[in-house]
């Protein structure tokens, strides 16, 4: 988007470091706040370590200085609660194959704030229409005056498929209990990898307090990148991210306790043997 508008991300792109190379401190993204910045937009959930970020104090933190504020849920939506409206988020967008269980290619979700209603979308297409008025095909976009308007194209309708099986299943567990359930599961994975895997060189690199952990458990290992091919060929889908992260997310919806504990004895197994030795030191194209 910066690029779109003629400016230069190396000038214009403000990053935050993290400062142990997992996780985000919230004071340190608001000390970067500046008169200068126009936009914030940040993950709910760290992709890499699992830290829930604190979503109302950045967003109120960003306001203060009339800095516009997205959030990126893919790896929150359907394992957290959102509140944006009472968080008081711009906008929020989201995929939906992860924890929605939409799989690959179903749709995108937007969220935007009431306030930005009516305002023209930077990106216009057709499918942004007023609906009572989108097959006039006039010359000229009449927007929808929601969130409607940000639409482009024509959804896939075989993508949002699987969606319309899944979402009702959420509407009927509601989302509190399925919170409920997702930290008791990664909080007995922690608990596992204390036990059974930190003495076979495997650390837990999820923070350990529930208010700051999304929906998976990350553990770091020397071997991550042959562990995680071994772990697949053992039974068990995680995925693996540079350098040392192998991931494990427990779905609320249909993971048990007892998949947990299948998984942390297929690991230790895989290490006690050597399995991964039989495997590429190299990721995978889908890792």
Known sequence: QLTLR???????L?????????????????????????MLVLPSVVYTSGQLLDIA???????????????DCSHSIG????????????????????YLNGGPGAVAGLYLNR???????????WFGSRKERQFDMGPTLDPAPGAGAMQIGTPDILGM???????PMFAEAGMERLRKKSLALTGYLIELADD???????????????????????????????VCRALKHAGVIPDFRPPNLIRLAPVALYNSFRDCYQAVQRLRTIVDERQYEAHAAERELVA
């Open 6 to 12: 003629g400016l230069d991300p190396a000038r214009h």
């Open 14 to 38: 403000t990053r935050v470091r993290s400062r142990d190379g997992l996780t985000l401190d919230e004071a340190d993204i608001i000390a970067a706040m500046s008169d200068d910045v126009q």
């Open 57 to 71: 104090r950045v967003t109120q933190a960003a306001h203060k200085h009339g800095i516009l504020v997205g959030w």
């Open 79 to 98: 394992a957290v609660p959102h509140r944006f409206d009472e968080w008081g988020a711009d906008f929020a967008f989201w995929c939906s194959y992860k």
């Open 115 to 125: 306030r930005h209603f009516g305002r023209s979308p930077g990106l216009a297409g």
């Open 161 to 167: 498929a699987g969606l319309a099986g899944s979402l």
């Open 196 to 226: 059974v895997l930190a003495s076979r060189g495997f650390g837990v690199a999820t923070p350990r307090q529930e208010h700051r952990r999304g929906g998976h458990v990350s553990l770091a290992h020397p071997e991550a990148v042959r």
